[in-house]
C-alpha cells in the first residue's frame, strides 16, 4: 500500500494517507516555525523580523525622515516575504499603534487606526520609520551578530534572529494561532524584566517567586486593573499557563445636588472601545442593566467614558459589579507562553526559562560582536605594523615601488610583509608620508592595541561576560524605567470587589411588582403588577388555585416539597400570565412522587418551623435552606411513609400546634432545636392521624386565628393556660371558635 508505483503512461501513484500525512505535516511545520510562533531570543516572528530588517536596509533610523508604507511593504514582499501585501501593512501597522504594543517599534506618521477599532488609512497614504526600540533590536546586525541565510528566491540574505538588545518578547507580548498550538503572551514592563534578569544572572538558580518581586504581572498598552491574587500570578509564571483578569480603572465624579457619574478612564487591553459602548448600550435597551441610566463617550485623546446611574441612590460598586459580570470592562487575557526555544523547538515555557534563552542569546550576541570587532582591530593592527615598517624604511620602499617590476612580492620577501600589508603599503597615498602621519599610526597602534587585549580578556572570562549583560541590562533599564513617560507602569493592582451574587442578579433585573399564582396541580404563573382579585383566573381542567401572593422582579422564590427538599427559583424567570403557566416540577430535578407544599417569597435571616406529617421538626434559618443547584437542597429528613407537611414562620416565642385528631397543645418555642438539617423532635403525640398546622406567637400579642367566617379571634397566653404543656405531649380540644378545618389559617409563610 505505502509504495510507490509508476504505470506504463509514466504517471507515479502513491498511498493517499502517505501523501497527505507529509503534505500537511510540511504545512504545518512552516506554519509554526515561519508564521504564527514568536521567537523566544527577539521575540518576533518572520513577518515582523522582515519588517524591520527592511527597514533598517531602507535607512529609517529614528532621527531619519518618514517613507511612505507602500515602500516599506514593496520591499519586504518583493526580496523576503513573498505573501500578501494586506497582511505585511496590518504587521507594520500594529508594531506603531501604543494601544496594541507596549513600547511600539514603529514610528507612524498618518492615520494608523485607533482603540475605537477603527483601521489606518491605506499604506499609500502613511509613512514611518524605526522607534528607538527598533534601532536596539537590530544593535548588531552589522557586526556578525547573528547567522543570516537565502531568502526565499535565493537572490539575498536576511537575518534568523535578530540581536534584540531589548526583552521584546514579554515587553510587547504576542498572540498566535498555529497547527495544533496557539501563544498567547500579555506585554509587560521592560525596567521590571530587565531588572529580573539581572537578578537572574546574580543568582542563576532563582525561583520564579523572586522573579517575581521584580516582574509584578503584565502591563497592558491600555492600563486597566488587574485583580488576580499572587498565587495565580505564581502559578501561571511558573507553568506558562494561565490568564490575567483586567478590570476597566474608574472613579466617581460628583454632580449637583448629591447626584454623580461613573468615570471610566482606562478599558481592558485589546477591548474595541465602540464595541464595548454599542454592547452596553443594547444591554440597557434591552433593560438587563437597570442600575444604569446612560453611557457617553466623551473620549479625545484618552479614554473618557461617562457612565449615569439610574439615581443617586444606586451603589457605584453594585452597578459596576454588574457592568464587571455582563459586558467587556471586565475581560481575561489568557497567558500560554508557547514559543520557539533556540529558534526551532516550540514548546510552553515559564518566566524564568524565557528570560534564561534571551540572556543566553544576548551573551552568545555579546560573544559574537567581541569576536567580530576583535577580527577587524587584528586586521587594523596588521595594517598599522606594515605602515610602521615602510616608515622606517621609507626610501627603500619607494625604491622598490619605482625600479622593481613586481613591487609586491619585492617587498614582501624584503621586509617579511604580509599579503594584507604589502597591498595596505602599495595603497597608501603620498600625503600620508609625513612625519605626523606616523605619530598618528602610531597612537592608533597603542590605543587598538589596548582594546585588543580588553575584547581577549572578556571573551575569556564567563563573569566579565555575563557582567557586561548586565551592564547592558542597566542601560536599557535607565532609558525606560518608570521615571520615564513610556516606561512608567500603566496597569496597576487592585483586589476585586466581591460582591454577593444575589445582589449583582438584583442588580441586573428591573424591579417590578407581581403576583405569583400557583395551581393545586403545581402550575406556576407571574401577572403583571399587584393583583388584589385573582378569583377570576382560569386554570386547566380539574385544576384550581392552590395560593397566590405578591412579590418583585428581583425576589427569590423557595419551594418546599414533601420530600424535605427545598428549590429556589427567581421570579423575573416566572412565565407570563397570558396562559396557564408552567409545572414548577419541570423547572427543577424533582422526583415523581414530590408534591408541592408551599412557595413564598425568600427572606434571609428569617426563621422557619418545618415538620413532617408526623409532627417531627425543627427551626431553621432560611439563608441556609437556599438550594443553588436544579437537584434543590434536603433539609427535612423524612423516612417513608412519613412525608414533609408544614413550613410555617417562626416569629415569636411561644408555639402552637394542632393535630388532625382536633388537640390542641401550646409550648414555649425554645424547646424547639434549631439546625440546619435533620428529622427534628417530636412536637406533639398523637394516638392515631397526624399534624394539621401549628403558628409560632408571641406571647405578648396573644393566639389570633380565623374561622370559617372570616372573623378574628386572640385569646391571651393567659386565657390558653390550660393548653399549656411541654413539647411531645398531647393537647386538648380547642376552646370554642375555633375553625372546623383545624387551620389557624392567615400563618402561610
Not at 655 to 661: D, F, L, T
Not at 722 to 741: H, I, V, Y
Request: overall charge neutral; some cysteine.
Amino acid at each position: 500500500m505505502g509504495k510507490e508505483v509508476i504505470d506504463n503512461n509514466g504517471s507515479e501513484s502513491v498511498n493517499l494517507k502517505d501523501a497527505l500525512e507529509e503534505r500537511y505535516l510540511s504545512y504545518a511545520l512552516t506554519t509554526i516555525m515561519h508564521r504564527a510562533l514568536p521567537d523566544v531570543r527577539d521575540g518576533l516572528k518572520p513577518v515582523h523580523r522582515r519588517i524591520l530588517y527592511g527597514m533598517r536596509l531602507l535607512k529609517l533610523d529614528p532621527g531619519a525622515g518618514f517613507k511612505k508604507c507602500a515602500r516599506v511593504v514593496g520591499d519586504v514582499m518583493g526580496k523576503y516575504h513573498p505573501h500578501g501585501d494586506a497582511a505585511i501593512y496590518d504587521a507594520l501597522v500594529r508594531l506603531a499603534q501604543d494601544f496594541s504594543v507596549r513600547y511600539p517599534m514603529v514610528d507612524g506618521q498618518g492615520n494608523f487606526g485607533n482603540i475605537d477599532g477603527d483601521s489606518a488609512a491605506a499604506m499609500r497614504y502613511t509613512e514611518a520609520r524605526m522607534t528607538d526600540i527598533a534601532k536596539r533590536v537590530l544593535d548588531g546586525l552589522d557586526e556578525d551578530a547573528v547567522e543570516f541565510r537565502e531568502t526565499y528566491d535565493g537572490l539575498d540574505k536576511e537575518p534568523v534572529v535578530l540581536p534584540g538588545n531589548f526583552p521584546n518578547l514579554l515587553a510587547n507580548g504576542s498572540t498566535g494561532i498555529a497547527v495544533g498550538m496557539a501563544t498567547s503572551i500579555p506585554p509587560h514592563n521592560a525596567y521590571e524584566l530587565c531588572e529580573a534578569s539581572r537578578f537572574l544572572i546574580e543568582k542563576p538558580d532563582a525561583q520564579t517567586a523572586e522573579l517575581l518581586e521584580y516582574v509584578k504581572g503584565p502591563d497592558f498598552p491600555t492600563g486597566g486593573i488587574i485583580v488576580n491574587d499572587q498565587k495565580s500570578l505564581l502559578e501561571a509564571y511558573e507553568t506558562g499557563r494561565g490568564s490575567f483578569r483586567t478590570q476597566a480603572k474608574w472613579h466617581k465624579e460628583e454632580g449637583p445636588r448629591g447626584s454623580y457619574n461613573i468615570i471610566v478612564t482606562e478599558i481592558p487591553y485589546q477591548v474595541q472601545k465602540s464595541r464595548l459602548i454599542e454592547k452596553t448600550a443594547e444591554l440597557l435597551m434591552a433593560r438587563k442593566l437597570p442600575l444604569l441610566d446612560d453611557i457617553r463617550d466623551e473620549s479625545a485623546e484618552d479614554v473618557r467614558v461617562v457612565l449615569v446611574p439610574r439615581n443617586k441612590n444606586v451603589d457605584p460598586e453594585l452597578l459596576m459589579a454588574s457592568l464587571f459580570k455582563l459586558t467587556d470592562l471586565e475581560s481575561r487575557f489568557s497567558l500560554n507562553m508557547n514559543v520557539l526555544s533556540h529558534g526551532k523547538v516550540p514548546k510552553v515555557m515559564g518566566l524564568k526559562s524565557v528570560l534564561q534563552e534571551w540572556l543566553d542569546h544576548q551573551k552568545e550576541v555579546l560573544v559574537r560582536r567581541s569576536n567580530h570587532r576583535l577580527d577587524q582591530i587584528n586586521h587594523r593592527l596588521e595594517v598599522l605594523e606594515g605602515y610602521l615598517i615602510a616608515f622606517l624604511n621609507l626610501d627603500e620602499v619607494i625604491r622598490i615601488i619605482r625600479e622593481e617590476d613586481k613591487a609586491k612580492q619585492c617587498l614582501i620577501q624584503t621586509f617579511e610583509l604580509s599579503e594584507v600589508q604589502a597591498e595596505a603599503v602599495l595603497n597608501m597615498r603620498l600625503r600620508s608620508l609625513r612625519k605626523l602621519e606616523e605619530i598618528e599610526i602610531r597612537k592608533e597602534h597603542d590605543k587598538l592595541s589596548k582594546e585588543r587585549n580588553g575584547l581577549i580578556s572578556l571573551l575569556a572570562s564567563e563573569r566579565k561576560l555575563w557582567t557586561r549583560v548586565s551592564k547592558q541590562l542597566s542601560e536599557i533599564s535607565k532609558a525606560y524605567g518608570p521615571e520615564t513617560e513610556l516606561g512608567k507602569r500603566r496597569s496597576h493592582f487592585g483586589q476585586a470587589q466581591e460582591h454577593n451574587l444575589d445582589q449583582i442578579h438584583q442588580a441586573m433585573v428591573e424591579k417590578e411588582p407581581i403576583t405569583v399564582v400557583i395551581s393545586e396541580k403545581g402550575w406556576i404563573r407571574a401577572l403583571k403588577g399587584h393583583v388584589q382579585d385573582v378569583g377570576n383566573l382560569t386554570f386547566k381542567q380539574d385544576d384550581k388555585l392552590k395560593l397566590s401572593f405578591h412579590a418583585e422582579t428581583t425576589d427569590k422564590l423557595l419551594v418546599f416539597t414533601t420530600s424535605g427538599k427545598f428549590y429556589t427559583l427567581t421570579a423575573d424567570k416566572l412565565p407570563g400570565g397570558r396562559g396557564h403557566g408552567e409545572p414548577i416540577r419541570l423547572m427543577f430535578d424533582m422526583d415523581e412522587g414530590q408534591d408541592i407544599i408551599t412557595v413564598f417569597v425568600h427572606k434571609p435571616g428569617r426563621k422557619l418551623l418545618i415538620s413532617n406529617n408526623e409532627a417531627r421538626g425543627f427551626i431553621v434559618s432560611e439563608t441556609d435552606i437556599v438550594a443553588n443547584t436544579r437537584k434543590g437542597k434536603q433539609v427535612l429528613n423524612v423516612v417513608a411513609p412519613a412525608t414533609a407537611k408544614l413550613c410555617v414562620p417562626a416569629d415569636g416565642d411561644y408555639v402552637a400546634v394542632i393535630g388532625m385528631n382536633r388537640k390542641l397543645l401550646i409550648f414555649p418555642r425554645i424547646q424547639i432545636a434549631e439546625m440546619g438539617r435533620g428529622r427534628g423532635v417530636r412536637l406533639q403525640r398523637y394516638r392515631d392521624g397526624g399534624i394539621s398546622d401549628a403558628k409560632i406567637f408571641n406571647s405578648e400579642e396573644g393566639l389570633t386565628w380565623i374561622d370559617g367566617s372570616g372573623r378574628t379571634f386572640t385569646r391571651t397566653l393567659e386565657e390558653m393556660s390550660d393548653w399549656l404543656g411541654d413539647r411531645g405531649q398531647a393537647g386538648r380540644l380547642p376552646p370554642n371558635g375555633f375553625p372546623k378545618s383545624n387551620k389557624f389559617s392567615g400563618n402561610s409563610v
